[in-house]
């Protein structure tokens, strides 16, 4: 016979007619090919496959492919707008993810270093300083390797399932810790396997759930500076001293925080967003 498709329609030619195949689900085609007298089609969601009978012998779950081929051995392979290659040996295995090492987003808010560390906060806002809900955690570059952290990494205890908009990271020197600032998870603290979330019952009552953390940069004494922007209990300025200890900052009518930076001179300078922020 001799397929065609075209849009979400697929259609077959015989005796002179061309007719509809009515058994698929109503998705985009985005590719369809011909293996040991099956056809395969690749939709938007999934993949079907059918038998000379013209019955479809089974349906492979997998959305995001652009393309998919199956070897003599019955590995399937998936070229994948989101991941790259995938792999299945069988039924019964796994996916296997077959991509160059990288970061897991091309997304770049802010950087930072430390000796041969690169972090990098994948999360951003809107114009209007809304958040864009980006889980795509936080990466380091070290020894010629990236790590991506997020839910899905192994070995890491998470104190949330999708760790939203991360904007800033400090790094302590002192304990190598990292602070991880998210415009809606708040403010964490990543010892290297555990992240460890700060709200009103640690910070001696600054922090409030949600929080927003715009902000966050350790001083030349290593105090920890945070901007917390849309406060809810009148702290849009939280300090957490080399002590350990907490302070709020009550600014008036000043809640719309961005970033903030510490000089050499122990001056603090806090940005604010276009427009006071929405």
Aim: charge should be neutral; include cysteine.
């Amino acid at each position: 016979k001799l397929w065609a498709a075209r849009h979400d329609k697929l259609f077959y030619h015989e005796n002179g007619i061309w007719n509809t195949y009515s058994k698929l689900p109503n998705e985009k085609i985005v590719t369809a090919f011909l293996k040991d007298d099956k056809l395969y089609i690749v939709n938007e969601k999934n993949i079907s496959v059918i038998n000379a009978a013209m019955n479809i012998e089974r349906v492979i779950d997998m959305g995001g492919i652009n393309d998919f081929t199956e070897d003599n051995q019955g590995r399937q392979y998936f070229a994948s707008s989101n991941y790259c290659l995938i792999m299945k040996k069988d039924a019964t295995s796994d996916f296997l993810y077959l991509q160059p090492n990288g970061p897991a987003s091309f997304r770049n808010f802010s950087m930072t270093s430390y000796r041969d560390e690169i972090w990098v906060a994948p999360g951003s806002v809107s114009t209007n300083w809304n958040p864009m809900y980006y889980n795509d955690g936080f990466y380091c570059f070290k020894n010629n390797w990236w790590n991506n952290y997020s839910a899905s990494f192994p070995g890491i205890t998470w104190p949330m399932q999708n760790y939203k908009d991360v904007l800033h990271i400090a790094i302590d020197t002192l304990t190598k810790h990292k602070w991880i600032g998210s415009f809606g998870n708040g403010l964490t603290e990543f010892d290297g396997s555990k992240m460890i979330p700060y709200d009103s019952s640690n910070t001696h009552g600054v922090l409030y759930k949600p929080n927003w953390v715009s902000g966050i940069s350790f001083d030349s004494k290593d105090n920890l500076w945070i901007t917390n922007s849309e406060s809810k209990n009148g702290y849009p300025l939280v300090l957490k001293t080399k002590a350990g200890s907490w302070y709020g900052f009550n600014l008036g009518s000043t809640t719309n925080l961005a970033n903030v930076m510490t000089d050499d001179y122990r001056q603090l300078w806090m940005m604010r967003p276009i427009g006071g922020g929405g």
